[in-house]
T-cell receptor, first 116, second 113 residues
């Protein structure tokens, strides 16, 4: 059974700092990995999707890396801003049945607070 | 392009009642997935619908069911509500069935008393 772990559970940093969020998964046979952001009481916003054949993806101040062999992904946020405060979740898509029956398995998330 | 919409946004129900939640995917998206989010369990996959057929199912009891219409809109039904069903229910749409990028709606907050 795929398990996804995110460390730390919470992180507080001063504005302007660069930071790294971690995601690890137990089954390396993933199809892709997706990073999301969730604001309190809201739905999820997709940030980056990395296919299993890719090593990293970048969008603005965000950079996500994937190391399938070690079961790890990191989300790097450069020059953090108070508006980046949110919960960040990673999710892996895995199919054990073959075909197109993929399921997303989520980590519990990292609550990020960026202080002005 | 409009995003995923979910109705209602908030719902309060009593134990034993049933509830129906609705999700309208992004225009052109054919797949709709449902998730339950609770503080203790986090986000858990309920089921996925594509072309009006359930294609994938998570580990939830049969009280949780759904359907998809020909316009890709989806509904989720929970019968005989229990206190533990209180959660944020999220719907996500993607272009096609399978591991495509998922776009989430704002969720329906269900409280069971």
């Amino acid at each position: 059974k795929q398990e996804v772990t995110q460390i730390p559970a919470a992180l507080s940093v001063p504005e302007g700092e660069n930071l790294v969020l971690n995601c690890s998964f137990t089954d390396s046979a993933i199809y892709n990995l997706q990073w999301f952001r969730q604001d309190p009481g809201k739905g999820l916003t997709s940030l980056l999707l990395i296919q299993s054949s890719q090593r990293e993806q970048t969008s603005g101040r965000l950079n996500a890396s994937l190391d399938k062999s070690s079961g790890r992904s990191t989300l790097y946020i450069a020059a953090s801003q108070p508006g980046d405060s949110a919960t960040y979740l990673c999710a892996v898509a895995l199919s054990r049945e073959g075909g197109s029956n993929y399921k997303l398995t989520f980590g519990k998330g990292t609550l990020l607070t960026v202080n002005p | 392009k409009a995003g995923v919409t979910q109705t209602p946004r908030y719902l309060i129900k009593t134990r034993g009642q049933q509830v129906t939640l609705s999700c309208s995917p992004i225009s052109g998206h054919r797949s709709v997935s449902w998730y339950q989010q609770t503080p203790g369990q986090g986000l858990q996959f309920l089921f996925e619908y594509f072309s009006e057929t359930q294609r994938n199912k998570g580990n939830f009891p049969g009280r949780f069911s759904g359907r998809q219409f020909s316009n890709s809109r989806s509904e989720m039904n929970v019968s005989t509500l229990e206190l533990g069903d209180s959660a944020l229910y999220l719907c996500a749409s993607s272009l096609w069935q399978g591991p495509y990028e998922q776009y989430f709606g704002p969720g329906t907050r269900l409280t069971v008393t």
